[in-house]
């Protein structure tokens, strides 16, 4: 650590320089407890409003209802899970090779301008909203899944625009990760007479792989997350998925289809997709966290 | 930077802060109207408000959409000055106010490729509840039928429900959809698809050449014209309600949108108007 606070504040610095260290420390420290508490009010509001309905609707009957009918009072959550994790696991399963090999592409197969260009439109895909994502998923990508086979609007829907939206991210993460990657590594592997793909998969890919995971991470919790583009092209048809094809609706979803239009226990029921989801983002968070600390796990 | 300096920003920054929540809490005087409900209203409340402010100088109104449940639950709740409700009052909501603004039907929509011109009641129930899942069985090419249901709440599944004697649990749905837009660009991307959506929302498209037809129910046709002499069979009031009996601006309001002031905005949006000329 060459950056930690011993090696920035010298003691022989003048008292007014002092101050502005105090100063801005608590002025530091103010914005990190104002981000923190952030975090916990909304997990509290999250708890609180799914309050009214966990006082008298036992937690087994989330998964064990017959069905999602919140309007004759089930409440089965289970489907909505599996949809979730479907998605994002088959979006993650897609995109995380495609999205490495295009930061392999930039960082070590390319020319300098292919490079520069390839990254743009990568960024320039990472920049589109998601409900053009969505919009596009509807009019062109539905109906062409269902001439394959109806219904069109499916988990493989889901899944591929999932992909298109987190694929950017998995790309530009592992680009960063790549670079980050000493040069004297490579340079030492080249000396050594390694091929090209002998040092990427022998050093720069494991020198990379905590950055890797944390992008695929941060991917994962955007695939979990996203809504508007989701809603568009899954059907939202509350059912466990048997095939690619079948319908199924996320968790997310699910918030945005009802939440405008429930009252009483059934909001109190979207809350608690609600706080599944976060739980979700949060258990993410804390894998990501783990491998980072256990980079060789 | 010297701490004088910073303290000097700190001190700006606390003034823009505390100004800007004066301006705030000062905008709070002026006229101002918050309408909250049905996505089916919220179009044409925006175009009557509108019109609304331009001719009183001084008025902001505000229109959000969320549901008729959300605009009486807002008003409820004091949280908005009117709801918008794309249905007649339930007996237990009686406690409102409702003032009809237009009427509106709810129509049966299929692809415009969809060689099947008219469904009964019966057919349409089977067709729902899974038990014809081919066009072949009513007549159409062979097939698989794609059923379009309504997310749980809108008030549009509500009345549809209630038409065909149905619980939503008992119906098979392929496609759920939240809005009339996302049903019409739904069907009209899938030629054995059926759904159903506001008349008005479905006629204005059509209007623009989207794949789509509306079918008849019962043997009327489902038109504009049917709904206001009353006999097509899945109609609603589109009401504006109010906690207590309009006052002031919110009188005004409701009035000038019940008004003949309003007509060509209600017909533009394909809705029915209640004053008859």
Do not use: C
């Amino acid at each position: 650590m060459i950056w930690s606070k011993h090696n920035i504040s010298s003691p022989s610095a003048p008292a007014d320089a002092m101050q502005v260290d105090k100063l801005i420390l608590w002025l530091l420290r103010g914005g990190g407890s104002i981000v923190a508490a952030l975090v916990l009010l909304i997990l509290l509001f999250l708890a609180v409003e799914s309050w009214p309905a966990l006082r008298h609707i036992p937690a087994g009957r989330f998964l064990n209802d017959p069905s999602w009918n919140p309007a004759e009072r089930m409440y089965n959550l289970a489907p909505m899970l599996s949809g979730t994790l479907y998605a994002a696991g088959g979006a993650l399963l897609v995109a995380t090779p495609l999205g490495v090999a295009s930061a392999l592409f930039i960082a070590y197969y390319s020319s300098p301008r292919t490079a520069g260009i390839y990254r743009r439109l990568i960024e320039l895909l990472a920049g589109i909203p998601s409900v053009v994502y969505g919009f596009w998923g509807l009019t062109t990508l539905v109906p062409l899944i269902n001439q394959l086979h109806p219904p069109g609007a499916s988990l493989l829907a889901g899944i591929l625009i999932l992909t298109l939206m987190i694929l950017p991210t998995i790309a530009l993460t592992a680009h960063a990760a790549l670079l980050a990657v000493p040069g004297e590594y490579l340079r030492g592997a080249a000396a050594l007479g390694m091929s090209r793909w002998g040092m990427i998969h022998g050093v720069a890919l494991p020198a990379a792989k905590t950055g890797l995971m944390a992008g695929i991470m941060l991917a994962a919790g955007r695939a979990i997350g996203e809504t508007m583009a989701v809603l568009m092209v899954t059907g939202n048809v509350v059912r466990h998925a048997d095939s690619l094809f079948d319908p199924v609706r996320t968790l997310a979803a699910n918030i945005a289809l009802e939440m405008a239009y429930a009252m009483d226990d059934h909001r109190a029921a979207l809350f608690i997709s609600g706080l599944t989801l976060m739980l979700m983002v949060m258990a993410l968070a804390g894998m990501a966290g783990w491998l980072g600390r256990n980079p060789h796990a | 930077m010297k701490p004088a300096l910073i303290m000097r920003y700190v001190l700006f920054a606390t003034a823009l802060l505390l100004g800007s929540g004066w301006s705030l809490s000062g905008n709070a005087g002026s006229q101002k109207l918050v309408l909250t409900g049905a996505s089916t209203l919220a179009p044409l409340a925006g175009e009557i408000a509108r019109r609304f402010e331009s001719l009183h100088a001084g008025t902001r109104i505000d229109v959000q959409t969320g549901g008729s449940a959300r605009g009486i639950n807002d008003v409820r709740k004091s949280v908005a000055d009117i709801g918008m409700v794309s249905r007649a009052l339930k007996p237990e909501e009686k406690g409102l106010h409702s003032h009809t603004i237009a009427l509106d039907g709810i129509g049966i929509i299929l692809h415009a490729s969809n060689p099947v011109a008219a469904l009964s009641r019966q057919q349409i129930s089977g067709i729902y509840t899974g038990s014809i899942v081919n066009w072949k069985t009513v007549g159409g090419r062979d097939a698989p039928i794609i059923v379009i249901n309504k997310a749980e709440g809108r008030s549009t599944l509500e009345l549809f429900l209630n038409y065909l004697n149905l619980k939503n649990s008992d119906i098979k749905p392929h496609v759920i959809i939240g809005d009339n837009a996302q049903g019409i660009k739904t069907v009209a991307g899938n030629p054995n698809a059926i759904g159903y959506v506001s008349i008005g929302a479905a006629e204005y498209e059509i209007t623009r050449s989207t794949a789509i037809k509306l079918l008849p129910l019962d043997g009327i046709a489902a038109s504009v014209v049917n709904i206001r002499n009353g006999t097509f069979p899945l109609s609603r009031p589109l009401n504006l309600i109010t906690r207590q009996a309009p006052q002031g601006l919110i009188r005004d309001f409701i009035e000038f949108a019940r008004s003949e002031q309003v007509r060509d905005l209600v017909e533009a949006q394909y809705f029915v108007p209640v004053s008859a000329r």
